[in-house]
């Protein structure tokens, strides 16, 4: 099976959420942050012929780096990775996957409620990333006044303090959502940002990214 430089970038990003992976059958990645407060799914081009762990995600993402065509066979114990020529091989055997701390598998997050929803361009949402690591702020946040949404980063807890925020359009609420900046490991995308009562998502056509809202700090 070969391996697109699509699916290589989504596994680089899947390894900044959680060092492990259990790949399922099927053309879809799962992935959750130890703290659970993340998780992860993507749709692939590649069919996922079955069940496999590995507890150190990196060393199978070095080992797909070193070809420019690489092509991975799921045997019965490994991985088994080669170049174009299939004259270089390498193994890697399975992880049990009672080591691997993965989304339950078979379960689907739901978005029952929606009360927010609107599009974030590539270019917001790298200089968003880049206002909170400039600026030291840790709380990515949206927000409406009652006559305008924002979307940014501050301090919740202190109004007086720095913050950036980029203005998506007329809302007529006040209320704000609050989650973890350094929860949002994603890859660098356009985004559709969707907002509930429990959690957002954040949806490149491609990931899907649910993190958990900041219950203390957000006010629905």
């Known amino acids: 099976m070969k391996i697109s430089k699509e699916t290589l970038a989504i596994l680089k990003n899947f390894q900044s959420i959680n060092k492990s992976l259990l790949f399922t059958e099927g ?11 993340l998780f992860a799914i993507a749709q692939i081009e590649e069919e996922i012929p079955a069940r496999a762990g590995i507890y150190e995600l990196g060393k ?15 045997g019965d114990r490994f991985f088994e990775i080669k170049n174009s020529t299939g004259k270089q091989k390498m193994r890697l055997v399975y992880t049990d996957p009672s080591l ?4 339950p598998e078979g379960k689907t997050l739901k978005m029952p ?3 927010v929803k ?13 206002a909170g690591s400039s600026l030291g702020l840790t709380d990515f946040m949206v927000k409406g006044d009652g006559e305008m949404l ?18 998506i359009g007329e809302y007529d609420k006040e209320i704000q ?25 954040f949806d490149n056509g491609k990931v899907q990214y649910f993190v958990a809202l900041d219950s203390k700090k957000s006010k629905l």
Request: charged letters at 25%; glycine letters at 4%.
């Open 60 to 74: 199978l993402i070095s080992a797909l780096g070193m070809y420019d065509e690489p092509d991975v066979t799921f």
């Open 27 to 37: 053309k879809e990645l799962r992935t959750i942050s130890e703290a659970g407060t």
């Open 100 to 103: 691997i701390y993965a989304p």
């Open 118 to 130: 609107f599009e974030l361009s590539q270019e917001d949402f790298s200089n968003i990333m880049k």
């Open 113 to 115: 409620d929606i009360d």
């Open 177 to 201: 959502y609050v989650v973890d900046i350094t929860s949002l490991k994603f890859l660098n995308s356009n985004y559709i940002i969707k907002i509930g009562s429990k959690r957002v998502v």
């Open 150 to 167: 924002y979307v940014g980063v501050a301090n919740a807890t202190d109004r007086n303090a720095d913050s950036f925020f980029i203005e």
